[in-house]
């Protein structure tokens, strides 16, 4: 019986077509959702504040998952809008629903990621620009 699972030539050419479909996914993203490249643009700055304060491993991590999360989302909604766009062209409030809720679940990312980011970063940047932490 031949399976998929019995050829690590075919196994890895599955995986390949798995990769290169997400980074389609990603690069359709990029070229056609400004609010990507807002984030992309925001993650970019935040990177570099934290190059210039010098933060420590465990807050590059929390900032990491923070943008991770808001990118994850914006992923979701960009699919979920364009699957609501094919099943539902004309206006359906089960449409407007799925599609609110959505946007909904970016907005509630971005804000969190900006709490973190405040918590992670405003500190050190206030000692910097200041000189003073009171
Ligand atoms: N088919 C539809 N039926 C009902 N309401 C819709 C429909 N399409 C869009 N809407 C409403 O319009 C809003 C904006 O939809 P739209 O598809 O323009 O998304 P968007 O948030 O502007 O994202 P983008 O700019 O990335 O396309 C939705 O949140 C929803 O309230």
Redesign the pocket.
């Known amino acids: 019986m031949s399976d998929v699972a019995d050829s690590p030539r075919q196994w890895r050419s599955t995986l390949g077509q798995a990769f290169r479909a997400a980074l389609a996914g990603l690069a359709y993203a990029v070229a056609t959702?400004?609010?990507f490249r807002i984030h992309l643009v925001a993650a970019a700055i935040v990177c570099g504040l934290g190059i210039w304060l010098r933060i420590d491993s465990a807050d590059w991590a929390i900032l990491a998952l923070a943008i991770g999360l808001v990118w994850t989302a914006e992923m979701f909604?960009?699919a979920i809008?364009t699957a609501?766009?094919l099943a539902?062209?004309?206006?359906?409030?089960l449409?407007?629903i799925a599609?609110?809720c959505s946007?909904g679940g970016v907005l509630t990312a971005a804000v969190t990621a900006v709490i973190v980011g405040l918590i992670v970063l405003g500190p050190p940047l206030w000692i910097r620009l200041l000189g003073t932490s009171g």
């Open positions: 959702q400004r609010n909604n960009t809008e609501v766009d539902s062209p004309e206006y359906h409030r449409a407007k599609k609110d946007a």
